[in-house]
């Protein structure tokens, strides 16, 4: 098995923090969180249940992903808590967005994807048949790896989501528009200039953008497929901050190749690995902590000390 | 020469390939006995890279000159053409404008050369032609432009890859056929059935005809422009919970703007030169109406009409071929330029 890995891993990126260095920066991030000028999700931490017993948001149960004949995914049982930022890790190519994308039934627009198995959200089976798919995209947001705004101002933008169900008044808009965007702490910087094309902002501000056309059609769950990848370090900074605020009131689940961005945003951590067949198993899911300082699997600890390479 | 050099770096590549799949440790290994050989003696001797970079085969440069030439001359023949197609027509119509002046041609409304008392007003034959152009390009652009949503948007990609080559099969269709098609097909059933005293030649039949006939320059560009959407937005529409139709209305279409203009102005300019349907179809008769269940002639058919009679070259009438056709020209020409300023001033950043 490691065989595979280490093969399909050859040339693919490669994370060498050791596991010390790894806690340590979980340690130090949570501190300058609290020193930084967003302490409010520090103190509003006492607000929420422990994660142990949050109500269940997402759930598999023996889901398996086919492209056509092939298995891209492989028996995934998993349970995602409410509030909570989950982060996703593995090796490139271990089914890690396709498990994102089928949370949303993104994976409908290729042709040959067969879901089995059960998946549900707050315990609604979200691929039945009289499943209402643009229902569920609106219910369960995303967040793409390249910001892509759409070609339209940055109100539009914004307005889009709520227009497409049903949101006409223009006062509304406007304060749905100055609501989304100061939650994704990107107000201040276009108040002025919201006629300005959505695309004409820089890569971090785009990626707010595309946060806050996500805020506006008032989801519950915001899937982020690496979404600081195409991003500089300040950038992404900006993001993470972000991602923790909104992870006190939205269940966010984001695919991360970034393990440092793992440790420092997210309370549950879920590991995946390719298998020989190269079909995507879940190895190992739980607190972020435990997950990076006393994984139970021998693979998940190779990944996260970087043997794999 | 500069054989052994080269052989060499590409078996150094092969081991640093080899030494790398074999994991960091094997690596690292493999990189040390590299660096101490490379130390022992220069890896390039200056005589072995002068002869390798100052040698250069006279015989490739030769046939570098020579591809050049060709593919120069290949373009130079239709820019040479198009010349010399301007230089005549203008030639000839220069001639034209001694006998006839150019306020007369261009305001003119009636069209009589071959007739005493000669008018030489070309509106008639300008209407009969924006009349038929009109019909067509209002069949066209909306079922061209459905046509390539549901095609880019719709449809599964097994039956878009049946179906567009069908489609530009039926741009491959000889015009004649369509003429003839419109003469004693569809004129008789929309005699049948809608206007019951439509005379035979008319300019709503050919003008149906020509907008099915150019339904597929305007799919087929349509789509084109539509597939080069990227994915990314699409996705971004979907993920708000835009339906189908949304994201093909909303995102798409207003995102391909610029190449379905593109593809209407180049449809419409193809109607507009368009000439054996309307000879057939159309009548031959200058008459300048809207009425589109009237005998008119285009431009295109009056040229034909001239050019196959026994006009003598040398008189006015001769030359007025060369003035409709300058005109034509001009207006054509007028279309492209419209639709490549469009294209740049409405094209989306995405």
Redesign the interface.
């Given at each position: 098995m490691t065989k595979g890995i280490?093969e399909s891993h050859?040339?693919g990126e490669t994370q060498r923090t050791s596991i010390m260095t790894t806690v340590a920066n979980l340690e130090a991030s949570q501190d300058s969180y609290e020193s930084s000028d967003t302490a409010a999700p520090t103190e509003r931490v006492s607000d929420r249940l422990p994660v142990a017993e949050r109500p269940i948001s997402l759930s598999t149960r023996n889901m398996s992903l086919y492209y056509g004949e092939f298995r891209a995914l492989k028996d995934i049982s998993v349970e995602i808590p409410e509030r909570t930022v989950t982060a996703i890790i593995g090796a490139s190519g271990c089914g890690k967005s396709t498990l994102l994308r089928s949370f949303?039934r993104?994976n409908d627009?290729i042709?040959g994807v067969r879901v089995e198995g059960t998946m549900e959200m707050s315990g609604v089976p979200i691929y039945d048949r009289r499943v209402d798919v643009?229902?569920l995209?609106?219910a369960v947001?995303?967040v793409?790896q390249?910001p892509?705004?759409?070609?339209?101002s940055i109100y539009e933008n914004i307005a889009?989501?709520p227009r497409?169900?049903g949101v006409r008044n223009r006062a509304e808009l406007d304060e749905i528009v100055e609501r989304c965007l100061t939650q994704a702490a990107l107000w201040d910087e276009v108040k002025d200039k919201l006629k300005q094309?959505g695309?004409e902002l820089s890569g971090g501000q785009q990626q707010r953008l595309?946060i806050a056309?996500?805020l506006a059609?008032e989801p519950d769950v915001i899937l982020m497929d690496e979404p600081c990848s195409a991003l500089d370090p300040a950038s992404t900074l900006r993001i993470e901050e972000l991602m923790q605020e909104l992870g006190h009131e939205y269940t966010i689940l984001v695919v991360t190749h970034n393990m440092q961005q793992a440790a420092r945003v997210s309370e549950m951590t879920a590991f995946m690995n390719m298998e020989e067949d190269r079909a995507g198993v879940l190895v190992e899911f739980g607190p972020t902590t435990e997950i990076f300082t006393t994984p139970k699997e021998k693979t998940t600890e190779d990944y996260i000390t970087g043997r794999f390479? | 020469m500069g054989g052994y050099e080269r052989g060499n770096f590409n078996s150094r590549l092969i081991l640093m390939g080899h030494s790398?799949?074999r994991?960091?440790s094997a690596n690292w290994e493999g990189l040390h006995s590299l660096t101490e050989a490379s130390f022992t003696a220069p890896r390039v001797s200056r005589e072995d890279l002068e002869k390798r970079l100052l040698s250069g085969s006279r015989a490739e440069r030769g046939t570098e000159t020579a591809i050049h030439l060709l593919l120069l001359g290949a373009t130079v023949i239709s820019i040479a053409t198009t010349l010399g197609i301007v230089f005549v027509l203008v030639n000839e119509s220069f001639r034209f404008f001694q006998d006839v002046s150019i306020i007369e041609f261009l305001t003119g409304t009636v069209w009589t050369p071959r007739f005493q008392p000669s008018l030489f007003g070309v509106l008639p034959l300008v209407a009969g032609t924006v009349l038929v152009a009109t019909i067509a390009i209002l069949v066209a652009a909306p079922v061209g432009l459905f046509t390539a949503i549901f095609l880019s948007e719709y449809a599964?990609?097994r039956f878009r890859r049946i179906v567009k080559p069908m489609l530009e099969i039926l741009a491959g269709i000889p015009t004649v056929v369509y003429g003839y098609f419109a003469l004693t097909f569809v004129t008789p059933l929309l005699q049948q059935y809608i206007f019951p005293d439509m005379i035979i030649f008319n300019a709503l039949s050919a003008g149906l005809v020509m907008g099915v006939m150019i339904i597929p320059i305007v799919s087929s560009l349509t789509e084109d422009a539509m597939l080069a959407v990227?994915r990314?937005?699409?996705?971004?529409?979907?993920?708000?919970?835009?339906?189908r139709f949304?994201v093909a209305t909303?995102?798409v279409t207003?995102?391909a703007l610029s190449g379905i203009v593109a593809a209407i102005i180049l449809g419409l300019s193809r109607a507009i030169g368009e000439t054996m349907l309307v000879t057939i179809a159309a009548g031959a008769t200058p008459r300048l109406t809207i009425d589109p269940r009237e005998s008119i002639q285009t431009m295109t058919a009056y040229i034909v009409q001239v050019g196959f009679g026994e006009t003598p070259q040398g008189t006015t009438i001769y030359y007025t071929i060369f003035a409709v056709a300058l005109l034509l020209f001009v207006m054509t020409l007028a279309m492209n330029i419209l639709g490549q300023w469009v294209v740049r001033r409405w094209r989306?950043?995405?």
């Open positions: 280490s050859a040339g949303n993104m627009l042709p643009t229902e995209r609106r947001g995303m793409f390249r892509n705004p759409l070609p339209m889009y989501g497409r169900h094309q695309n595309c056309r996500t059609v390479s | 790398y799949a994991g960091p599964p990609d990227p990314s937005l699409r996705e971004a529409a979907y993920a708000l919970g835009a339906t949304e909303r995102v207003p995102a989306q950043a995405y």
